[in-house]
């Protein structure tokens, strides 16, 4: 049966579907009486759920996040959606489409991860070479590769969003490569596809998309360079070193691919390696965040809300 | 007979060639003798200049700046090397061959031209290539546009660098618009043709690259907007006028295109025309003034000198 | 009748007067009745309506925004008031006085375009006499000045507002440039008057005050220069043009009249005559924001709010 | 006998007059020879000189810094003009003209100390008055204020500097206080004479405007708080206290009126009289530095020399 | 009877106890009932109060702010709790403990006071232990700085937080001060003694923490030197004197305490004493605060909420 | 034989002794002959060498840079010292003692070094307490972490400085953490000790301060996270592995001691334990910069000269 999306739901429906239940809490009312309040969402949207006539044996099994079968009736109160609950249900995580209740990228994640690879295999630098087989070998980590976000918000914020971002980065970098004849180009290359490996640690992606403990001590970006010197000790182990001037001139532009301090850079660009992958990253990063807010704006104002991350509203309207 | 460049000069050689002129002053020693104090340079450097027993007519005479032609010899005073000048003779500006003294782009104008014509022709929308079609028919201008540096040092600072500069934004705009199908290609097209048309009458270019007063007083975001402010209102007085909104559209791409306050835009970029023109001209200059310093660096330490307008040294070690 | 105005109404009164409708969304209740809900506004404040029992035929009359007759009654829900709809008739935007609903200056504006007329007719620089002239002899162009805002929120946000601060700016500037000698009075003087002469494009004030698309995308100071030109171009077509120097002298004030970059000037204050524009400006616009703040908050506190444009409260207790 | 200003000398003059000595240093020849360099200035410049065949008695006589009487003789020395010493001969400050060492307003400072006192006796606030009072009351002070300059560089930097400022910035309040009835007059003109009072602390202005310890340490916006409650404390020693709102308000203009924390204001404007005297002194001090700088400037380019507090060069071209 | 702490009452209780009350205002319903709505407060929150069928007697007897004793009951509105009064009597501000309403260090106050004392016992210059006594025998005073908080907000925030604050820096100082013998001790235990001693002006901790008009206007860096200049004051009156260097000396380490201009200190740290004043203070503030968010934060999350003057939300697993 | 240190040698000196020899450059004079220009130094200063009569054998030999044996005298050439060569002949590295031309801490290595490893022994968490030991045990590691400066400029920059460093923070730490219970010192123990370790790998001392190749090009941050990684990848290899909460917790330390962006900490402090390694980091290096500031500038005013790090001058004058 087809799920019903959050979005979709209006006052006075029969509710009889599976939901995510967010921050479940335990309150008695003024007659004393035990009810649960909660969040019920997919990756449409967010709604709150009430329980009445709870008991704590009902509210200690709920998972604290997790899935539910819900069992109820949508009702407008205040002017504000609500969902009535009659019977809930938990479900185990592994049972559920959890792209029902994460977006995921809508282009094709095998066909990009092909693209990569294929695109890779040009490297020609036989150190450089080694050292990406030895990330794309590792199928446990080339997995959580093709799945994980690019970022919790902003742009590429979807199951696959950090494979569609480094796969379009990859088409930039050889689109341009030829026009500029002095920039190494398997230093981008190898740098373009590690720059943010970090992030299948830094970011946890299999309720919501949010930061694991890691990744909010450490950041993606020492991640990415903690994971490469652990592929590049292991090859060395197997008497096949990384020299240390090319694993020092992959690891800079990772350091420096934020490109300024203050979006926490611990080093300047200072290769030109370093500065095509820094442009390249957020001429893709932001493009995508301005395409997407201007089209998942909802009406037909011309212009979308405030921005705060660009200090600016967008404009809609097309000459076209 | 070949030019003798000053950065080829050694201790002791006789000289006569023709050489700019700048800032010559009249003193006189401590036994009261004249004598003139000036600089002679080339493209390819600076020297200082003495002409003993001189007299107020031959300094009068002297052009400040311009060309003259010398007869004297070299020697090192106080280790540096200066010029000991026996004769001067002004020469007409007309009569030397300006790349002497003012470096070329080593790439071919006349082709970069054409080329950027021809992308130009692609433009669809009647309205913008009207617009374009009414600056590339201004022979005087479009003269200037192929000649003007692109800025006074830092990146593309040579007779020719504003076109360089130009052709290759327009090829990586090419090559990458087929990856970004949401962003309107005639935009960005006109966008970049036009983004730096204000640097012809901002910078002056005859005797060495420097800012006209209008240029300092205004810059050439603001003279870019007038330019086609003035067209726009020629096109309309023939009868095909350019609509309010892609005038504004192809205006805020100008003022946004450095991208941050702090740089001179009056507008952040809000389209993802402005986004990617401002990117696009930011990653061509950027890589041209970070490959030009690596190139351009005397010796052969693995970094430049630090580079103020980037907060670093180079580093110039290739693993290749 | 006089207009009941929004911040006077108390609850249980019975309402027949005309509002500005903004926002109006049909819903439907847990019952499946449909209602509407909307914001109602003067220029005094804004209140919820309901509708109940609406129909989508009343939905769609509405306009969005626009004005209507209502037909109803205040009440208390959950502590705030609100307006329960019983009739409501749509109201041709012509037959209402639009001062109810946008504040307007208490000054007079007809006195205040004479003093502005009679303060520039002292400007002797017979270039920039004419190019005044020629903005004064726009009917249409004087119709917006004398009406237009200042800003849509901080300071002189009123109608008149613009004619208001310009007014006050040229008051200063006679009264001080005695003090200054060097200054040169004329370029103060049409620096003054033109200044914000843009910001007739960059704000729509017909039913409240926001930008023009026009305005997102340009700014004031980019279309105040555009206005400029076109007038110093109509006049050079008529057989009198403007100097270049003293074109790009005035364009110069209008550019740096922010003071910094990151208010928006694209070019930083570098004459006397600019430097004086932009303190008289930056001092007429905070004295008024600051004693407009300090009068318009209710109540007796000494303080008023947090003002996050000045990053402090300001202190209202007067020793006088 | 006129003094031979530093300015003015020529190559193979004859010197026969009193410099400023600054810096002596004894120096011995590779023949073991001991000679005398030093400093030697007036308050249109500076020049080395050079005592040969030196002894270190004459050393040791010489002020460190302080004045003397040299017989001596100007020549060209590697380019550069100095001045080799045949006598030497220690002259007490007490006998020179201090004004020919340290420029001095061009404006009659007994004439506009009166005009300041003039000006402050139309304060009605009794007490604003009276603390006003005590402070033109002070002779030893008075005299101080009379003859500090208002700054080390940059604008007023002369002897009288702080008064000519002050006077002007006066001049300044009651040409535009009519315009503006909200703002309390009486603090505007207290804070405007107290503003800087603690400058005749933090300056050293007898032999060379530079900085006192005190005022390194402390600053002249605490200096100025301190000598304002030391005169609270008498005035309510003998039974004429100051209200602690009258003295706050007024402390609060002295403590804002840099504008910006940046700036070394550790409050922010939060009464129209603060924003108003910070405006005032702003423009005073901008519009006297920029047009200083412009007459100054020797030469006749079109621009002056980059300005660092400025962050621009300034142009000089004048339309009138 | 103990005090029913608003944090612990859940609904349906009776109430009947005393609590701040702030905010009262007199509403009227639909019906045209008259209520009173206010804020009802201890040291552990803060609920709405609400009294039906209230007169203006009622309403205008009520303190604003002040104590109260309420009659009521507890009951669940819209899921918030509120207070529903019965009846309402005035109760005199020094008939309550103070504590109830204001948290207070949970450290020995007493104590700590005489291990400051002893502490400053060891400042062996006789100026400084003057000018320390000075303080310390104002009786006054010192019962201010007993009971002050440290700040509104962030750190220390509670009755004796200022005073626990000093002690803490004091013994910090005391341990590390040995590691650096090149700094001045007596300086530094003079310095953190007083840095903050304004507090007792710029805060307000009568009825909860808030600043006085003073310390708005002034801060207390101003304050604290402002009070340090009259006791050295009357020192030098008592035949004293203090000299100027040691008043300097001291004063800068108060004006320049929050080590940037950004944070209100109008003097950069120019001295090892002034440095080390600073860090102690940052230091101690920060781990305070810190610790405090860590513990105080309800919940068994890895991670507190964001912290917006830190920009970070803070770590609580430990690994111990 | 006592060597002669460059800051003692006067004119007219014999010199015979060593010194350290930097860009050497071979001229020829107007005349046509060659002579070698080039930098003599010791850890004192650096004067200009001029070998007259060179051959181009004798300048091949010459290091560039490393150490020369030189048979010449000083004189005084335009008022500057410099040293003019009768022979020249190079000394191996291994044969000259390295503290004659590299400043060394006056502080006893091997004590400091002790008592590091005595505090370390404290620690207790047994995986922080083998982490620790992994690098004690590292011989090679170790040599070079009590030889390698903290900095190449402004606090601690001689050999040994960041041993002395590294010893003093944990001499504060071990005064301060019986003052902060709550904060967890084993951590700030082990972080004190390698917040910094890094820099054995970041700056290159063998002939002068330098920063390696990696260093610029990934900074100290980095590289302290790598070798703390690699450690643990080496405890785990042999069954001990660090849990991976504690190798973050010990790490996020590490990346954000800098304690802010700008400063190049790529994350921010969220731990009080991260916090207090910051702020004693700073403390320990600015107090030891200004008391090294204050006693190293020559001449006896009350001020240093111009701190660009500090953005002051500081105070020398003493109040004890």
């Known amino acids: ?25 335990l309150r008695s009312t003024t007659r004393g009486d035990l009810y649960i309040a909660m969040f019920l969402s997919d990756r449409t949207g967010r709604l709150n759920g009430r329980m009445w006539q709870a008991t704590e044996a009902v509210y200690k099994a709920l998972p604290k996040p997790g899935f539910v079968h819900i069992d109820g009736r949508s009702e407008l109160y205040q002017n504000n959606l609500q969902i009535v609950i009659n019977n809930v249900g938990v479900i ?65 914020n979807c199951l696959g969003g950090l ?89 800079h532009i990772i350091l420096s691919h934020h490109g300024e301090y203050k979006f926490g850079s611990p080093k300047l660009p200072a290769t030109p390696e370093a500065f095509m992958v820094y442009y390249i990253d957020d001429l893709d990063a932001k493009v995508n965040q301005v395409t997407s807010a201007i089209e998942n704006e909802p009406g037909d104002s011309n212009w979308t809300g405030w921005k705060n991350a660009l200090q600016t509203r967008l404009y809609r309207k097309r000459i076209e």
């Not at 049966?1 to 809490?25: C, K, L, Q, W």
């Not at 050292?131 to 742009?155: C, G, I, W, Y």
């Open 163 to 251: 494979l569609e971002h480094t796969h379009n980065m990859l088409r930039v970098a050889c689109a341009i490569l030829p026009l500029y004849p002095n920039v190494q180009g398997d230093l981008v290359l190898a740098g373009v596809f590690l720059h943010d490996i970090g992030k299948t640690e830094e970011l946890s992606y299999d309720m919501a998309f949010s930061y694991t403990d890691s990744g909010q001590l450490m950041g993606h970006i020492a991640q990415s360079l903690l994971m490469i010197q652990r592929r590049a000790d292991a090859l060395a182990a197997r008497g096949t070193p990384i020299d240390k001037e090319i694993f020092d001139a992959l690891g």
């Open 1 to 25: 049966m087809a799920h019903r999306f959050i979005s979709e739901i209006e006052a006075g429906e029969t509710i009889n579907d599976i939901y995510m239940v967010r921050e479940p809490i």
């Open 92 to 156: 185990d995580a592994d049972k559920v489409d959890l792209e029902t209740f994460l977006s995921r990228t809508d282009k094709d994640i095998g066909r990009m991860f092909e693209q990569i690879k294929s695109t890779l295999d040009g490297i020609k630098n036989p150190q450089l070479k080694a050292l990406v087989a030895e990330f794309l070998a590792d199928a446990e980590l080339m997995d959580k590769f093709r799945n994980a976000p690019a970022a919790t918000s902003l742009h590429h």
